[in-house]
Protein backbone atom coordinates (compact mmCIF):
# COMPACT_ATOMS: atom_id res chain seq x y z
CA UNK A 1 0.00 0.00 0.00
CA UNK A 2 1.71 3.49 -0.95
CA UNK A 3 -0.51 5.46 1.87
CA UNK A 4 2.15 5.90 4.18
CA UNK A 5 4.99 7.22 1.82
CA UNK A 6 2.54 9.30 -0.03
CA UNK A 7 2.12 11.01 3.60
CA UNK A 8 5.53 11.23 4.97
CA UNK A 9 5.76 14.02 6.92
CA UNK A 10 2.26 14.64 7.56
CA UNK A 11 1.82 12.07 10.29
CA UNK A 12 -0.85 14.48 11.99
CA UNK A 13 -3.06 13.63 9.15
CA UNK A 14 -3.21 10.14 9.14
CA UNK A 15 -5.78 9.87 11.90
CA UNK A 16 -8.50 11.75 10.27
CA UNK A 17 -7.45 10.09 6.97
CA UNK A 18 -7.63 6.72 8.25
CA UNK A 19 -11.17 7.82 9.88
CA UNK A 20 -12.42 9.25 7.02
CA UNK A 21 -11.64 5.68 4.95
CA UNK A 22 -13.15 3.70 7.57
CA UNK A 23 -16.57 5.79 7.87
CA UNK A 24 -16.99 5.78 3.75
CA UNK A 25 -15.97 1.87 3.81
CA UNK A 26 -18.97 1.24 6.64
CA UNK A 27 -20.96 3.69 4.79
CA UNK A 28 -20.11 1.54 1.66
CA UNK A 29 -20.84 -1.72 3.59
CA UNK A 30 -23.66 -1.29 5.08
CA UNK A 31 -26.87 -3.41 3.83
CA UNK A 32 -30.03 -1.98 2.87
CA UNK A 33 -33.28 -2.02 4.47
CA UNK A 34 -35.35 -4.52 1.38
CA UNK A 35 -38.46 -4.07 -0.69
CA UNK A 36 -40.61 -6.39 -2.25
CA UNK A 37 -43.27 -6.27 -4.91
CA UNK A 38 -45.32 -9.19 -6.80
CA UNK A 39 -45.46 -8.94 -10.52
CA UNK A 40 -47.36 -10.93 -12.64
CA UNK A 41 -46.30 -12.18 -16.21
CA UNK A 42 -47.31 -14.44 -19.16
CA UNK A 43 -45.33 -16.52 -20.95
CA UNK A 44 -44.85 -16.12 -24.72
CA UNK A 45 -43.93 -19.43 -25.21
CA UNK A 46 -47.56 -20.97 -23.81
CA UNK A 47 -49.37 -18.13 -22.96
CA UNK A 48 -49.48 -18.90 -19.23
CA UNK A 49 -49.59 -16.36 -16.36
CA UNK A 50 -46.59 -16.74 -13.88
CA UNK A 51 -45.66 -14.83 -10.65
CA UNK A 52 -42.56 -12.82 -10.04
CA UNK A 53 -41.15 -12.35 -6.57
CA UNK A 54 -38.71 -9.04 -6.56
CA UNK A 55 -36.43 -7.97 -3.86
CA UNK A 56 -34.65 -4.60 -3.96
CA UNK A 57 -32.89 -2.24 -1.32
CA UNK A 58 -34.99 0.35 -0.38
CA UNK A 59 -34.85 2.88 2.46
CA UNK A 60 -38.29 1.71 4.12
CA UNK A 61 -38.48 0.13 7.51
CA UNK A 62 -39.12 -3.71 7.17
CA UNK A 63 -41.68 -5.96 8.89
CA UNK A 64 -42.72 -9.47 8.92
CA UNK A 65 -44.47 -10.83 6.03
CA UNK A 66 -46.49 -13.96 5.00
CA UNK A 67 -46.89 -15.43 1.58
CA UNK A 68 -47.55 -18.34 0.03
CA UNK A 69 -45.98 -20.25 -2.50
CA UNK A 70 -47.97 -18.49 -5.03
CA UNK A 71 -46.97 -15.11 -3.73
CA UNK A 72 -50.46 -14.26 -1.87
CA UNK A 73 -50.37 -13.07 1.39
CA UNK A 74 -51.67 -15.30 4.64
CA UNK A 75 -54.77 -13.25 6.06
CA UNK A 76 -54.16 -15.45 9.04
CA UNK A 77 -52.96 -15.03 12.96
CA UNK A 78 -49.48 -14.90 12.32
CA UNK A 79 -48.99 -17.93 15.43
CA UNK A 80 -50.47 -19.88 12.18
CA UNK A 81 -49.18 -18.28 9.03
CA UNK A 82 -45.45 -19.25 10.13
CA UNK A 83 -46.80 -22.54 10.07
CA UNK A 84 -47.89 -22.49 6.72
CA UNK A 85 -46.53 -19.49 4.77
CA UNK A 86 -42.87 -18.30 3.92
CA UNK A 87 -42.01 -15.72 6.09
CA UNK A 88 -40.05 -12.45 5.12
CA UNK A 89 -38.17 -9.25 6.91
CA UNK A 90 -39.14 -6.87 3.95
CA UNK A 91 -41.12 -3.65 3.21
CA UNK A 92 -43.97 -4.43 0.86
CA UNK A 93 -44.19 -1.99 -2.17
CA UNK A 94 -41.68 0.07 -0.69
CA UNK A 95 -39.29 3.15 -2.92
CA UNK A 96 -36.35 1.94 -4.23
CA UNK A 97 -33.61 3.89 -2.63
CA UNK A 98 -31.30 6.05 -4.52
CA UNK A 99 -28.50 4.88 -6.30
CA UNK A 100 -27.91 2.47 -9.29
CA UNK A 101 -27.44 -1.35 -8.63
CA UNK A 102 -27.05 -4.42 -10.32
CA UNK A 103 -29.80 -6.86 -11.43
CA UNK A 104 -30.22 -10.93 -10.82
CA UNK A 105 -32.78 -13.05 -12.18
CA UNK A 106 -33.04 -16.45 -9.84
CA UNK A 107 -34.30 -19.61 -11.42
CA UNK A 108 -35.77 -22.70 -9.33
CA UNK A 109 -35.61 -26.28 -10.12
CA UNK A 110 -38.44 -28.45 -11.53
CA UNK A 111 -41.34 -28.49 -9.23
CA UNK A 112 -40.03 -25.10 -7.55
CA UNK A 113 -41.26 -21.54 -6.06
CA UNK A 114 -40.18 -18.14 -6.81
CA UNK A 115 -39.45 -18.53 -2.92
CA UNK A 116 -37.30 -21.39 -2.88
CA UNK A 117 -33.95 -18.96 -2.56
CA UNK A 118 -35.84 -16.14 -1.05
CA UNK A 119 -33.05 -15.85 1.67
CA UNK A 120 -30.37 -15.63 -0.90
CA UNK A 121 -32.49 -12.97 -2.82
CA UNK A 122 -32.94 -10.74 -0.16
CA UNK A 123 -28.92 -11.07 0.87
CA UNK A 124 -28.35 -9.66 -2.42
CA UNK A 125 -30.88 -7.27 -2.20
CA UNK A 126 -29.70 -5.67 1.02
CA UNK A 127 -26.02 -5.69 -0.75
CA UNK A 128 -27.36 -3.55 -3.91
CA UNK A 129 -29.36 -5.78 -6.39
CA UNK A 130 -32.50 -6.14 -7.69
CA UNK A 131 -33.65 -9.26 -7.46
CA UNK A 132 -36.33 -11.55 -9.44
CA UNK A 133 -37.28 -15.07 -8.94
CA UNK A 134 -39.98 -15.99 -11.62
CA UNK A 135 -42.24 -19.08 -10.68
CA UNK A 136 -42.14 -20.86 -13.54
CA UNK A 137 -44.73 -22.07 -15.31
CA UNK A 138 -45.57 -25.66 -15.33
CA UNK A 139 -46.88 -26.15 -18.78
CA UNK A 140 -49.01 -29.36 -19.05
CA UNK A 141 -47.69 -30.69 -15.53
CA UNK A 142 -44.29 -31.76 -16.74
CA UNK A 143 -41.29 -29.22 -15.55
CA UNK A 144 -38.81 -31.82 -16.00
CA UNK A 145 -38.16 -31.60 -19.75
CA UNK A 146 -40.11 -30.47 -22.93
CA UNK A 147 -40.63 -27.53 -24.91
CA UNK A 148 -41.95 -25.52 -21.63
CA UNK A 149 -38.34 -26.27 -19.86
CA UNK A 150 -35.91 -26.87 -23.20
CA UNK A 151 -36.94 -23.32 -24.83
CA UNK A 152 -39.65 -22.16 -22.05
CA UNK A 153 -37.62 -21.56 -19.30
CA UNK A 154 -34.46 -19.00 -20.88
CA UNK A 155 -36.78 -17.31 -22.69
CA UNK A 156 -38.93 -16.60 -19.41
CA UNK A 157 -35.52 -15.81 -17.76
CA UNK A 158 -34.66 -13.07 -20.47
CA UNK A 159 -38.38 -11.95 -20.30
CA UNK A 160 -38.14 -11.42 -16.47
CA UNK A 161 -34.58 -9.98 -17.25
CA UNK A 162 -36.82 -7.42 -19.95
CA UNK A 163 -39.25 -6.78 -17.18
CA UNK A 164 -37.07 -5.44 -14.41
CA UNK A 165 -35.38 -3.36 -17.09
CA UNK A 166 -38.43 -1.92 -18.75
CA UNK A 167 -39.85 -1.13 -15.13
CA UNK A 168 -41.10 2.37 -14.31
CA UNK A 169 -39.13 2.65 -11.28
CA UNK A 170 -36.25 -0.27 -11.90
CA UNK A 171 -35.22 0.54 -15.06
CA UNK A 172 -33.45 3.61 -15.10
CA UNK A 173 -31.77 2.82 -11.82
CA UNK A 174 -30.51 -0.54 -12.91
CA UNK A 175 -26.70 -0.70 -14.54
CA UNK A 176 -27.27 -2.45 -17.81
CA UNK A 177 -24.09 -4.19 -17.49
CA UNK A 178 -24.42 -5.83 -13.88
CA UNK A 179 -26.98 -8.49 -15.11
CA UNK A 180 -26.54 -12.13 -13.31
CA UNK A 181 -28.59 -15.33 -12.98
CA UNK A 182 -28.52 -18.10 -10.58
CA UNK A 183 -29.94 -21.48 -10.92
CA UNK A 184 -30.39 -24.64 -9.06
CA UNK A 185 -31.03 -27.96 -10.30
CA UNK A 186 -32.97 -27.29 -13.74
CA UNK A 187 -32.44 -23.76 -12.85
CA UNK A 188 -29.36 -24.45 -13.81
CA UNK A 189 -29.81 -26.15 -16.93
CA UNK A 190 -31.53 -22.59 -17.75
CA UNK A 191 -28.95 -20.38 -16.92
CA UNK A 192 -25.93 -22.31 -18.68
CA UNK A 193 -28.54 -22.06 -21.96
CA UNK A 194 -28.89 -17.90 -20.91
CA UNK A 195 -25.38 -18.16 -20.29
CA UNK A 196 -24.41 -19.66 -23.95
CA UNK A 197 -24.92 -23.02 -23.87
CA UNK A 198 -26.97 -24.11 -26.77
CA UNK A 199 -28.81 -27.39 -25.33
CA UNK A 200 -29.30 -30.50 -27.17
CA UNK A 201 -31.94 -33.24 -26.65
CA UNK A 202 -30.27 -36.04 -27.43
CA UNK A 203 -27.30 -35.42 -25.31
CA UNK A 204 -29.46 -36.48 -22.67
CA UNK A 205 -30.02 -39.82 -24.52
CA UNK A 206 -26.87 -40.06 -24.70
CA UNK A 207 -25.62 -39.62 -21.64
CA UNK A 208 -27.98 -42.36 -20.49
CA UNK A 209 -26.98 -44.52 -22.68
CA UNK A 210 -23.49 -43.61 -21.34
CA UNK A 211 -24.07 -43.90 -17.79
CA UNK A 212 -26.35 -46.60 -16.82
CA UNK A 213 -25.12 -46.19 -13.20
CA UNK A 214 -26.67 -42.50 -12.63
CA UNK A 215 -30.03 -44.63 -12.69
CA UNK A 216 -31.99 -41.42 -9.84
CA UNK A 217 -31.25 -38.66 -12.95
CA UNK A 218 -32.46 -41.03 -15.78
CA UNK A 219 -34.98 -42.58 -14.51
CA UNK A 220 -36.82 -39.43 -13.19
CA UNK A 221 -36.29 -37.80 -16.10
CA UNK A 222 -36.26 -40.83 -18.83
CA UNK A 223 -39.49 -40.68 -19.93
CA UNK A 224 -39.93 -36.91 -19.84
CA UNK A 225 -36.74 -36.68 -22.22
CA UNK A 226 -38.00 -39.25 -24.70
CA UNK A 227 -40.70 -37.53 -25.31
CA UNK A 228 -39.32 -33.94 -25.17
CA UNK A 229 -36.73 -35.47 -27.87
CA UNK A 230 -39.68 -35.98 -30.31
CA UNK A 231 -41.85 -33.09 -29.18
CA UNK A 232 -38.88 -30.23 -29.59
CA UNK A 233 -37.22 -30.54 -32.34
CA UNK A 234 -34.34 -27.81 -33.22
CA UNK A 235 -33.72 -25.60 -30.19
CA UNK A 236 -32.89 -22.10 -30.87
CA UNK A 237 -30.25 -20.27 -29.35
CA UNK A 238 -31.20 -18.74 -25.89
CA UNK A 239 -28.07 -16.91 -25.23
CA UNK A 240 -29.13 -13.41 -23.45
CA UNK A 241 -26.00 -10.89 -23.91
CA UNK A 242 -27.36 -8.78 -21.02
CA UNK A 243 -26.30 -11.73 -18.90
CA UNK A 244 -22.25 -11.51 -17.48
CA UNK A 245 -22.08 -13.81 -14.54
CA UNK A 246 -24.05 -16.76 -13.60
CA UNK A 247 -24.17 -19.06 -10.44
CA UNK A 248 -25.28 -22.50 -10.66
CA UNK A 249 -26.31 -24.88 -7.66
CA UNK A 250 -26.82 -28.46 -7.99
CA UNK A 251 -27.18 -27.89 -11.82
CA UNK A 252 -28.21 -30.31 -14.77
CA UNK A 253 -25.53 -30.13 -17.37
CA UNK A 254 -26.65 -33.09 -19.14
CA UNK A 255 -28.16 -31.38 -21.95
CA UNK A 256 -25.24 -30.13 -23.13
CA UNK A 257 -22.27 -31.15 -25.20
CA UNK A 258 -18.93 -30.30 -24.06
CA UNK A 259 -18.75 -28.65 -27.25
CA UNK A 260 -21.57 -26.35 -26.40
CA UNK A 261 -20.58 -25.99 -22.68
CA UNK A 262 -16.86 -24.38 -24.18
CA UNK A 263 -18.86 -21.51 -25.69
CA UNK A 264 -20.15 -20.16 -21.79
CA UNK A 265 -17.09 -17.08 -21.90
CA UNK A 266 -19.05 -15.36 -18.70
CA UNK A 267 -17.87 -16.37 -15.29
CA UNK A 268 -19.31 -19.38 -13.62
CA UNK A 269 -19.46 -20.09 -9.73
CA UNK A 270 -20.40 -24.11 -8.92
CA UNK A 271 -22.32 -25.09 -5.79
CA UNK A 272 -21.77 -29.30 -6.14
CA UNK A 273 -23.39 -31.20 -3.08
CA UNK A 274 -21.31 -33.94 -2.15
CA UNK A 275 -24.72 -36.27 -1.45
CA UNK A 276 -26.07 -35.44 -4.39
CA UNK A 277 -28.12 -38.11 -6.10
CA UNK A 278 -30.10 -36.47 -8.67
CA UNK A 279 -27.24 -34.74 -10.42
CA UNK A 280 -24.31 -36.47 -9.16
CA UNK A 281 -20.97 -34.74 -8.78
CA UNK A 282 -19.23 -36.88 -11.07
CA UNK A 283 -21.26 -36.55 -14.36
CA UNK A 284 -22.84 -32.85 -13.71
CA UNK A 285 -20.15 -30.51 -11.84
CA UNK A 286 -17.59 -32.17 -12.42
CA UNK A 287 -18.06 -32.15 -16.07
CA UNK A 288 -18.99 -28.22 -16.11
CA UNK A 289 -15.82 -28.07 -13.93
CA UNK A 290 -13.70 -29.43 -17.07
CA UNK A 291 -15.70 -28.05 -19.73
CA UNK A 292 -16.73 -24.47 -19.26
CA UNK A 293 -13.87 -22.10 -20.00
CA UNK A 294 -13.68 -20.81 -16.22
CA UNK A 295 -15.31 -22.02 -13.16
CA UNK A 296 -15.12 -21.35 -9.82
CA UNK A 297 -15.86 -25.09 -8.28
CA UNK A 298 -17.17 -25.42 -4.41
CA UNK A 299 -17.84 -28.85 -3.10
CA UNK A 300 -20.37 -28.37 0.03
CA UNK A 301 -19.40 -31.51 2.33
CA UNK A 302 -22.52 -33.53 3.28
CA UNK A 303 -24.39 -31.57 1.52
CA UNK A 304 -27.77 -33.12 -0.88
CA UNK A 305 -29.64 -32.22 -4.18
CA UNK A 306 -31.91 -29.84 -2.43
CA UNK A 307 -29.64 -28.23 0.68
CA UNK A 308 -29.67 -25.20 -1.10
CA UNK A 309 -33.28 -24.32 -1.29
CA UNK A 310 -34.20 -22.44 1.54
CA UNK A 311 -35.85 -24.19 4.75
CA UNK A 312 -39.56 -24.72 4.91
CA UNK A 313 -42.07 -23.76 7.26
CA UNK A 314 -43.34 -26.61 9.60
CA UNK A 315 -46.12 -27.79 7.95
CA UNK A 316 -45.15 -27.15 4.16
CA UNK A 317 -41.61 -29.29 5.00
CA UNK A 318 -43.86 -31.88 5.60
CA UNK A 319 -45.75 -31.79 2.31
CA UNK A 320 -42.68 -31.12 0.46
CA UNK A 321 -40.78 -33.94 1.36
CA UNK A 322 -37.38 -34.37 -0.02
CA UNK A 323 -37.24 -30.62 -0.86
CA UNK A 324 -37.13 -29.78 2.62
CA UNK A 325 -34.73 -33.02 3.92
CA UNK A 326 -30.82 -33.25 4.35
CA UNK A 327 -28.57 -35.82 4.40
CA UNK A 328 -27.92 -36.51 8.44
CA UNK A 329 -26.17 -34.69 10.20
CA UNK A 330 -25.98 -31.51 7.72
CA UNK A 331 -27.14 -27.69 8.81
CA UNK A 332 -28.67 -26.17 5.66
CA UNK A 333 -29.56 -22.84 7.78
CA UNK A 334 -25.41 -22.39 8.46
CA UNK A 335 -24.42 -23.51 4.44
CA UNK A 336 -26.87 -20.56 3.84
CA UNK A 337 -25.42 -17.88 6.08
CA UNK A 338 -21.77 -18.33 4.34
CA UNK A 339 -23.27 -19.33 0.77
CA UNK A 340 -25.41 -16.24 0.46
CA UNK A 341 -22.15 -14.03 1.39
CA UNK A 342 -20.36 -15.47 -1.33
CA UNK A 343 -22.16 -15.08 -4.08
CA UNK A 344 -22.73 -11.45 -3.18
CA UNK A 345 -18.77 -11.32 -2.88
CA UNK A 346 -18.99 -13.54 -6.43
CA UNK A 347 -21.25 -11.21 -8.03
CA UNK A 348 -19.47 -8.20 -6.79
CA UNK A 349 -16.31 -9.45 -8.57
CA UNK A 350 -18.10 -10.64 -11.75
CA UNK A 351 -20.48 -8.65 -13.36
CA UNK A 352 -18.90 -6.66 -16.21
CA UNK A 353 -19.03 -4.90 -19.47
CA UNK A 354 -19.50 -6.39 -22.48
CA UNK A 355 -17.01 -7.77 -24.54
CA UNK A 356 -14.26 -8.94 -21.14
CA UNK A 357 -14.11 -12.35 -21.74
CA UNK A 358 -12.30 -15.05 -20.30
CA UNK A 359 -9.49 -17.32 -20.69
CA UNK A 360 -9.86 -21.33 -20.25
CA UNK A 361 -6.46 -21.35 -18.46
CA UNK A 362 -7.78 -20.02 -15.63
CA UNK A 363 -10.26 -22.68 -14.45
CA UNK A 364 -9.64 -25.53 -11.99
CA UNK A 365 -9.48 -29.00 -13.37
CA UNK A 366 -12.22 -30.36 -11.04
CA UNK A 367 -14.27 -29.59 -8.53
CA UNK A 368 -12.24 -30.63 -5.46
CA UNK A 369 -10.50 -27.02 -5.34
CA UNK A 370 -12.46 -25.94 -2.29
CA UNK A 371 -14.43 -27.51 0.34
CA UNK A 372 -17.87 -25.93 1.65
CA UNK A 373 -19.05 -27.56 4.88
CA UNK A 374 -23.08 -26.77 6.10
CA UNK A 375 -22.14 -27.08 9.72
CA UNK A 376 -20.87 -23.99 10.49
CA UNK A 377 -20.22 -20.04 9.25
CA UNK A 378 -16.92 -20.75 9.73
CA UNK A 379 -15.76 -23.50 8.23
CA UNK A 380 -15.07 -21.73 4.54
CA UNK A 381 -13.48 -18.54 3.63
CA UNK A 382 -15.73 -16.55 1.64
CA UNK A 383 -13.80 -15.74 -2.00
CA UNK A 384 -14.42 -12.07 -1.82
CA UNK A 385 -12.35 -11.75 1.42
Not at 164 to 176: K, Q, T, Y
Not at 227 to 253: F, K, Q
Not at 286 to 310: I, M, N
Not at 348 to 360: F, Q
Given at each position: ????????????????????????????????????????????????????????????????????????????????????AFEMSVA???????????????????????????????????????????????????????????????????????????????????????????????????????????????????HCREHPD????????????????????????????????????????????????????????????????????????????????????????????????????????????????????????????????????????????????????????????????????????????
Amino acid sequence: MKGPAVFKGHVGLMPVILLLCLASTAQAAAPWNIGYRKIDMQDALSGDSFPVAVWYPTPALPAPLFVTGSLTPCRLPAILCRWIAFEMSVAPNAPLAAGTFGAIVVSHGSGGLALNHRDLAMALASQGYVVAAPTHPRGKGNDISGVGVWVGRPKQVSRVIDMVLEDGAFGPRIERERIGVVGHSNGGYTALAVAGAKPSTSAVAAHCREHPDDANFCTFGGAATREATREVGHIPDLRDPRVRSIVLMAPNAAPFTDDALAKVTIPVLLYAPENDDLTRVPYHAERLARALPQTECVVVKGGGHFSFEASFPTALGIVAGPAARDPDGFDRDSLHAVMNREIAGYFNRTVRPAGATLTKGAQPASCRSRELRGTSSHDAKSPDT
